[in-house]
Every structure is written in C-alpha cells, then in structure tokens.
C-alpha cells in the first residue's frame, strides 16, 4: 500500500522547505525523519543509519519504541546489504528473508535505501511496515528522492562518536 502522489510530493515539498529554512545539518536530517514517520501513514519506524567505518549507526529515528539494533556490520542484515551494494533493497515479508534481523513483532515488510554522497554510501533510511509488501515503486523513487535531498547533510551532520542518537 503506497500514498498517493499528492502524498509523497506534499512530503518533499516539506522536507524542500526544512533544508531551506534550517542551517544546522543534524537538525535537517531529524526533522526529514519526522516528516517521513508523520506524512506517510504505511511508515510505522523510521530511521537513519549512518555509516561509521565499517558499521551502520543508528541516528534519529521515529517510531513506537527503539530497536536493539542501534550498531549494524556493514553487510549483515538487509541494512547491511543495502550499505555494502549501494542499492535499495524491498522485502515484502521480511519473514521470508533470512538477511531479516528481526526488530519489532509487528514489522511485516521494510525498504532500506542508500543516502549516496559523491558516489559513496554515507547513511540509509530504513523503514519498516506493520503491513505485508508495503512498499512499492512509488515508495522506491519517493525515498531515493529523499536521500539525494538529505545527502549532504548525512555526511557533515552527524559524528556519534559510535554511540546510537537517543531522543
């Protein structure tokens, strides 16, 4: 189940407006995630990874509790797949995906695409969805669009010092 396209475009018109409007790189990225959890109804969890040498890093998230996974090897997990090619990975039952490091009892399907800066992989947005194959091409072009957008402020805006963001 995808939003409509009114959805999606009225989403980056607001995440447009926030890059616009604010100066400091953390807090664009934070309130991307707080858009993205907010405006479309089909994200339960929202978050972004950060690449830290070889792992993934949990930075702002948004949903109905955290996730233990606040610290991912590049290349474990669908997260860490995603990381190590690059590419958007969709699992329509994450059940079904034994790459799936299991996080909350309700997720049923999750999209994990890669923010590239200049060619590399600097962080990804990682959704879950308590409904099954929530995700769909729509989604796909929607949060790769995101990315792009966020690109530069996931590179300069976080340094974690290793730590997962607490909100």
Do not use: K, N
Request: proline share 4%.
């Amino acid at each position: 189940m995808t939003a409509t396209a009114d959805t999606y475009r009225a989403a980056l018109d607001e995440i447009d407006a926030i890059i616009a409007g604010e100066t400091e790189a953390d807090e664009i990225v934070r309130r991307a995630v707080d858009v993205l959890h907010d405006r479309i109804d089909h994200y339960s969890w929202v978050g972004i990874y950060f690449v830290e040498e070889s792992d993934l890093v949990l930075g702002p998230w948004r949903g109905p509790e955290a996730t233990e996974h606040v610290r991912i090897p590049i290349g474990q997990g669908v997260c860490g797949a995603a990381a190590r090619s690059g590419v958007t990975e969709l699992v329509d039952d994450v059940h079904a995906d034994p790459r799936y490091l299991a996080c909350f009892a309700s997720t049923r399907s999750e999209i994990v695409v890669p923010v590239h800066y200049r060619e590399m992989v600097v962080a990804e947005i990682d959704i879950d969805s308590d409904q099954p194959a929530a995700f769909g091409d729509a989604d796909r072009a929607f949060l790769e669009r995101v990315a792009a957008l966020i690109a530069e402020d996931c590179l300069v805006g976080w340094d974690t010092g290793g730590e997962a963001w607490e909100p």
